[in-house]
């Protein structure tokens, strides 16, 4: 690697991605953007998915230079993963990669071109989403005057940091890095929006968003399901810390009310499923907004219904008579 300035730094987690990492390499490596450096973070995976990577470089002798590869210690998580590839970053702007998902050849070009142009010290793209065979493509129709902190609190806006293409001094004037792994990018999103001068918007699909089942996130076995839902809440807490520092709290209260209920959204299908072991457990996350929420505007009315009639138990009963068969 030169000592010279890269105009962008991706960064990608690597962890139990033996399967799909192949395909992501190729995508990244196959730039036409050519001043780039690729960060790429070894969580301690288990799998073979390094001496894949490897074996994919070797097919881009021209971007070898260009990689760097961090080793964690031991298995740390995406959250710390994601941090130590931005500390390590060198870029003019950087965007993160997921290890199971993969880009448009020109997405990074495009993205740079639209922020010098504009001079945006971010630029926000569309994206697909993919079984890896189909691909459906997400239309956002940002309106960048329009007030994209408030959409990202009241979740019409998505947090994904991949589709964020952000300049280094933002990622260098953030007040804190999330810890946990669950809702860490609207953490880091949520500063984004707030610190950025100028937002730009490409309504052009670059990133394909791979619908990956065997996910993580995805797995639904009580330990895992409440393990997601205090991980949202710890960086969910740490949102509120920031919004309260910069006297954002009151301006966003009713948007804050959604926000803290989509810690709860983990622990929806065991509440409906066993209602009686799990009726305390999904009231007791942020227990304030039992009462605020069905009266909170804004809230599309059957979300606000179906949210009154659980704070009062009978939900479940009506879920299960809807859905028998």
Known sequence: ???SKPKVSVIVPIYGVEAYIERCA???????LDDIEYIFVNDCTPDNSMTILSEVLSRYPQRREQVRIINQPKNL?????REDGIKAARGEYIIHCDSDDWVEKNMYQLLYEKAKADNSDMVICDWYVTDGVNHKVVTQNLDVNSDLLRGLLNQTIVGSLWNKFVACHIYHSLDFFPTAHMWEDVA???QFMHK????????????YYYNNENSICRSKDEASSIKRCMQACENIDAILQYL????????YANDIVVLKNSARVGLWHLFLKQPKKY??????????????????????????LVFGLSVIGVYPLIYKIMHRR
């Not at 190729?26 to 036409?32: A, C, D």
């Not at 309260?244 to 009151?250: E, G, I, R, V």
């Open 1 to 3: 690697m030169t000592n």
């Open 26 to 32: 190729v995508s990244l490596f196959e730039q036409t």
């Open 77 to 81: 998580g995406a959250a710390k993963a």
């Open 188 to 190: 880091y999103t949520v």
């Open 196 to 207: 950025c001068a100028n937002i730009g918007y490409l309504g052009s699909p670059l990133y």
């Open 244 to 251: 309260k520092k910069y006297n954002l709290d009151k301006r």
């Open 279 to 304: 009726y305390r457990k999904w009231l007791s996350v942020y227990p304030e907004i039992n009462l605020r929420y069905p009266l909170t505007s804004g809230i599309p009315f059957t979300y606000r």
